[in-house]
């Protein structure tokens, strides 16, 4: 069963800037590399939406227009890990972060993902 843990959400004032992580474990180093991976997030009362996306080579990136020039996806296939670093965070990013990996493909809707991750908090302050 592939597993996905997040990690690097907290609390942080507008304008800073955070690290999130997505370690995804019981992929081989091939494996891994053939998924596409997702960053989405869900605020208070509001439904899952999409962030950013990755494509399993790494060379393509996809994200929501609100965060696009502020956020950046990455990812280290030698580590098995997916990044998404947030600059310049606004109080509407607050949200849960989850990341996702779907097989063979890349998408912005969360029913293209296969596997998701429990998801880390991040809260900005105004």
């Known amino acids: 069963q592939v597993q996905l843990v997040e990690s690097g959400g907290g609390l942080v004032q507008a304008g800073g800037s955070l690290r999130l992580s997505c370690v995804a474990s019981?992929?081989?180093?091939?494996?891994?590399?053939?998924?596409?991976m997702g960053w989405f997030r869900q605020g208070p009362g509001k439904e899952r939406e999409f962030v950013a996306a990755?494509?399993?080579?790494?060379?393509?990136?996809y994200y929501t227009d609100s965060v696009k020039g502020r956020f950046t996806a990455s990812r280290d296939n030698a580590k098995n890990t997916l990044y998404l670093q947030m600059n310049s965070l606004k109080p509407e990013d607050t949200a849960v972060y989850y990341c996702?990996?779907?097989?063979?493909?890349?998408?912005?809707?969360?029913?293209?993902?296969?596997?998701w991750g429990q998801g880390t908090q991040v809260t900005v302050s105004s």
């Open positions: 990755i494509s399993w080579i790494g060379g393509n990136t």
């Open positions: 996702a990996a779907a097989l063979g493909h890349v998408g912005t809707t969360t029913h293209e993902y296969n596997y």
């Open positions: 019981r992929f081989t180093f091939i494996t891994f590399s053939r998924y596409g």
